[in-house]
């Protein structure tokens, strides 16, 4: 009988310390039964008791895919290690400005030795230089920090003067428009790198990598002529980004990106016939770019 009321009080007594365990939950889903203790910038701390032997130990919190406090500890400790934890997908969209980076000299000179005025040419490419973006994408998070997927970029912008031109032909003086609408679009893979910032997990940034093809139209007006050049080349961006978690699936983000792309053979038709023209090197399109956009993700 005092056998059997040792082995109930013994039991009793662990059945607190059992309640009280903390858990932590790894990237690579491992669970470590510990009492949480602190949590730094970018460590967990935490105490093992392994049998009654007594030990210490520390996690970085990037590698950690959750943890539970069953117990009453710091309100700093009973923070969510991950908003997005167990999310496999991430989409997003968003909207902003582009701004092209290359030279738009040689276009100015040739549009001046058309008959333009130099003041003329230069406000029509400055005003060229900027113009709406977008962007979607789609990726698979392999890990809570990686994610490959595909990404799509959108760009556009147009310039239009008018006015009397002179052909320098000694007779001649024309009045014209002179118009154009650019598109731009890209789509490629896309790798994906995402870390939260601070112990909140309420800010998150992120960076990509993406590589695949770009097209470009340009829609030209020049002496009632209407003329459609295309062309296309592979292009390449990089970008970084900020979050903010509204919900543990929903975040509203800012991006800041680096495109490159050039287009370096153009189909010309002008509705009757079409040519195929190889651009010198400093004629090359320059379709490089610095893109500001917002907008949304969503992590399901």
């Not at 009793?12 to 009280?20: F, H, K, R």
């Not at 943890?67 to 991430?90: A, C, E, F, M, N």
Request: with cysteine; proline share 2%; glycine share 8%.
């Amino acid at each position: 009988m005092k056998k059997i009321l040792l082995f109930v009080i013994v039991m009793l007594g662990l059945v607190p310390a059992v309640n009280s365990q903390d858990k932590i939950i790894t990237i690579n889903y491992d669970t470590i039964d510990c009492k949480i203790n602190k949590i730094s910038h970018n460590t967990i701390y935490f105490d093992l008791n392994n049998w009654g032997v007594k030990s210490s130990g520390k996690i970085p919190l990037n590698n950690v895919l959750n943890y539970i406090v069953s117990g009453k500890t710091d309100p700093k400790v009973q923070k969510s290690s991950s908003t997005v934890s167990g999310k496999k997908v991430r989409f997003s969209l968003s909207g902003g400005a582009g701004y092209l980076i290359g030279s738009t000299q040689n276009a100015e000179d040739q549009m001046v030795s058309q008959g333009f005025a130099f003041d003329q040419a230069e406000s029509y490419y400055n005003d060229m230089k900027l113009g709406i973006s977008a962007n979607a994408d789609f990726y698979l998070l392999i890990t809570p920090n990686y994610g490959a997927g595909i990404k799509y970029k959108f760009f556009y912008n147009s310039s239009s003067t008018e006015g009397f031109i002179d052909p320098q032909d000694g007779v001649h003086l024309y009045y014209t428009t002179y118009r154009e609408k650019i598109y731009v679009n890209f789509v490629g893979a896309s790798l994906f790198y995402q870390q939260f910032i601070g112990s909140q997990k309420s800010l998150e940034l992120n960076s990509a990598l993406s590589l695949g093809l770009t097209t470009y139209r340009d829609e030209a007006e020049y002496l009632r002529g209407y003329y459609l050049l295309t062309g296309k080349n592979v292009g390449a961006d990089f970008s970084i980004g900020l979050e903010y978690f509204i919900t543990s699936g929903i975040s509203l983000g800012a991006d800041l990106s680096a495109f490159y792309s050039s287009i370096r053979k153009v189909k010309i038709t002008d509705g009757t016939s079409t040519s195929t023209i190889e651009l010198e090197k400093e004629n090359y399109e320059n379709l490089s770019r610095i893109d500001l956009s917002a907008g949304i993700r969503i992590y399901f």
